[in-house]
């Protein structure tokens, strides 16, 4: 049985094989910058209420945002959501399912008394990590 020589590669083959190589190599790089760069930072949750509170049906809807600043993925972000108005305190509380470094989540709390009239804080209570 003949043995067939294999045909040597043409230029074109090995500049398309240099620059897909360069590529990969590119990427794996930037992962592992990535990686370096990030290290262990926790993530810092940011809230911000809107200013736009909606009336619907009696209700007052607050809408929000809330932010991930941080460095790592935070999981079952709970924000709590307090309005006091002439000695009466409203809650409510909210969750977040994933927020990932950058990530923004959005909701909104629904009180039967105007936020504008009494003092409103939100606040980011607790997140668990991945």
Known sequence: MPTRKRP???PAEWITFAIAALIVAALVGLVVFSWLMQGDQPPVIAIQ???EIRVEAGQ???PFTVTNTGGATAESVQIIGELRLNERIETGEQQIDFLSKGEQGEGAF?????PR?????LRVASYKLP
Do not use: C, K, M, N
Request: proline share 11%.
């Open 8 to 10: 040597r590669p043409i």
């Open 117 to 121: 009239q009494g003092d409103l804080s």
């Open 110 to 114: 629904v009180f039967s008394r105007d």
């Open 49 to 51: 209420p809107s200013s």
């Open 60 to 62: 007052f809807y607050v």
